[in-house]
Antibody
Framework: EVQLLESGGGLVQPGGSLRLSCAAS???????MSWVRQAPGKGLEWVSS????????HYADSVKGRFTISRDNSKNMLFLQMNSLRAEDTAIYYC????????????????WGQGSLVTVSS | EIVLTQSPGTLSLSPGERATLSCRAS???????LAWYQQKPGQAPRLLIF???SRATDIPDRFSGSGSGTDFTLTISRLEPEDLAVYYC??????????FGQGTKLEIK
């Protein structure tokens, strides 16, 4: 059974930093992995994706230069380092796995974690 | 960036009825790379449909997807009370950014 478990969320002041983690199990951890966020009461917004082994990463314009996605394949872990946080970054952050039948960078998400809440406020 | 517009914003139907949800793209979505997700209150999104019409694992055949180019539809036949949720479409063209529609809220009377 595929499981994705996020951790590391919390309350942080504007301009601060936070690191999210996602522990993956139940599948071979060579798929591209992504972060998708959802502001309170709002829709879904793709944040970042990281290839399985090549190190190639993509970011939404809204986080480029502030967020860094990384992974440790030896520990089946995905990370999101978030710096220079803003109030508009307040959201539930979901870790999501690339769909099994997706190819290249045409990625849909077939499994999602339960999310980690990040609140940016003074 | 491809913008997805979903309609209606809210849909209120009775159990046993048929729901038709629309997702329109601002430009053609290549290879019908369009997915649908269901998000029940307080839960993470769940994949329903990928590649516009392929059902994901363990999704009942009451859920079906159709469409191509810029116009896509999610149909839920024979609504059940458990189908109460917000439904999102997502395009995954050849490369990021991936975009989602704003969602359709399905209410069960």
């Amino acid at each position: 059974e595929v499981q994705l478990l996020e951790s590391g969320g919390g309350l942080v002041q504007p301009g601060g930093s936070l690191r999210l983690s996602c522990a993956a199990s139940g599948f071979t951890f060579t798929y591209a992995m992504s972060w998708v966020r959802q502001a309170p009461g709002k829709g879904l917004e793709w944040v970042s994706s990281l290839a399985g082994t090549s190190g190639v990463a993509h970011y939404a314009d809204s986080v480029k230069g502030r967020f860094t996605i990384s992974r440790d394949n030896s520990k089946n872990m995905l990370f999101l380092q978030m710096n220079s946080l803003r109030a508009e970054d307040t959201a539930i952050y979901y870790c999501a796995k690339k769909g099994a039948y997706a190819s290249g960078w045409s990625i849909y998400f077939d499994y999602w974690g339960q999310g980690s809440l990040v609140t940016v406020s003074s | 960036e491809i913008v997805l517009t979903q309609s209606p914003g809210t849909l209120s139907l009775s159990p046993g009825e048929r729901a038709t949800l629309s997702c329109r793209a601002s430009q053609s979505v290549s290879s019908n790379h369009l997915a649908w997700y269901q998000q029940k209150p307080g839960q993470a999104p769940r994949l329903l449909i990928f590649d516009a019409s392929s059902r994901a694992t363990d999704i009942p055949d009451r859920f079906s997807g159709s469409g191509s180019g810029t116009d896509f539809t999610l149909t839920i036949s024979r609504l059940e009370p458990e189908d109460l949720a917000v439904y999102y479409c997502q395009q995954y063209d050849t490369s990021p950014p991936y975009t989602f529609g704003q969602g359709t809220k399905l209410e069960i009377k």
